[in-house]
């Protein structure tokens, strides 16, 4: 007898969390929080969190963690050596990005309780299991050759790698300039790259990416975070592979917009790296929400589950660099990790004439790790962190969990998008994307720093805190004109997990739709301290000026700015800062 399943379909979803621990939030003035902008020195990134209604400068580390996760840090230890979390979260990786639907889940065993009642079993699952030929080796093999470094958060891993790979660069290849292209490189990413003297290139398909169809819908997602894979061949084509030592593919493409990057990208990418021995790095802080994407829009894949797409994303890559403060559903936690005895340990590692290994690169790595964050099986986190980030993975890969994040997104872009605000479209799985340069009708150019006049103007009129993403933060005064090219001019508005609900998006959407229709009243803003510093948007000092009458939309609205001038002189003097 066939199975009826009978359904009452509604047109909207039902709830799939609810509230468990309150945070409240205090009533604060327009007055109180631009009197803070100015002594904060319209630094966004310096703005007092306890004074905003919503916080969407990043979706790292933010998230409000499930029940699972808190008590899974009750069950953390503080050991220096090999704490039991080292263990969990090690399998925990070898789970979500290798095991697909085949997990082991060993972090059940610590929740049962088999860590204290039977040592028998842990030792021979657990503690003493050899691990080799992934990205993530275990036991004695974890010991002759580490592939894996726990880190705080993402940029220390691309700190740890770039810290390694700066001498092994200038011993092998001396006075050589490297250039390191992504389908787009996330800042720190990029800050690190240069810092090591190296260049980085952004090939995404910047055409496409602010095109939305009239509807203002699509109908899949046109994936597009996709590595421009021509722009990648004519690179090689001029450079050679030689001065070319890493590729990388950012999964969500975080800096275009959040976009997914489909299988079909990753595998072309992969292949085409892979064709002139380059290794091929994911970054991939937000892995989950990408193979949601991939599961939902991609031909083959209906079927399959974040963890067997996750699988077969992982089975193209050489190496991993993720920030896990965004798809490890935790507060805390990164990972550097390359396959085992694979192209980059062969590239970067240093053998003898007999093919015997003269200096292991993991080794390099685990030296550099140990100074810099301590002993490998902790890397910079609490015992307890490690086990909420463990547990974390697993959320991060349930379906239902995506589907409402992932829709939680969209539905804020159509909201803004049916009030007129240009949203790059489809939303991205993390975060909305202002096209600042739409938003204020193509009228104010590269030195105005519209976009950053736009964010600070959502923090003193609404008291919510986005992130510009483009000329200023992406420093596009100081790049090359080819780079220049490669810089979308956005404010990204990020998602944090499991934190919101319907209420704070209709709030944010209400005050982007008020401020686009209220645009030639939000100020230019200068640099006063901070140029030419590295990551220059974490360091600098801004002040408003008043634009000028040509970046009017409508010109009659040029009267406002006068009356602005002489109020915010009042007000600093007011504030005692004139
Ligand atoms: C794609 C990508 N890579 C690297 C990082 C850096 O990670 P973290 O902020 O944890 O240092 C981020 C952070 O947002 C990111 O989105």
Redesign the pocket.
Known sequence: MSEIRKTYPLDVEPPMSWTHVVREIPVVTVEEREETLEKTKWNEFAFPAGMLYVDTL?D??TTSMTDTQWSAMFLADESYGRNKGYYIVLDAFRDVFERGDNQKRLINYMKEGVDRDNVRKMMDEVYLVDVEGGFFNGGKFQLSRPNTFIVP????A?TLLYDILKPIFAQKWPGKTFIIPSNAH?D??EGNIKQMGSIPRNFFHKEILFEVPESGKYDTNPFKGDMDIDKLQQLIDQVGADSIPLIYT?ITN?SVCGQAVSMKSIRETSALAHKYGIPYVA?C??WAENAYFIKMNEEGYADKSIFEISKEMFSYFDVISA?L??NAHANMG?VLAFRDQGLFWKKFSDFNEDGSVKVDVGHLLKSRQICAYGNDSYGGMSGHDIMAMAQGLYEEGRFEYQNERVKQCQYLADLCTAGGVPVVQPAGGHAIYIDVDKFFGYKRGHESFCGMGLSLEMIKRYGIRCSELGDCSMEYDEKTPEQQAEVCNVVRLAINRSQFNKQHMEYIAKALIALYHDRDQIPNMRLTFGKGIPMRHFHMWMEPYAPSKEEMCDEANYGFWAQWEKEREEKLVKWGLK
């Open positions: 990043s790292s580390g958060q993402g940029r220390c691309e996330f720190t990413t950012t975080n970054d802080a937000r920030s403060k965004k990164g």
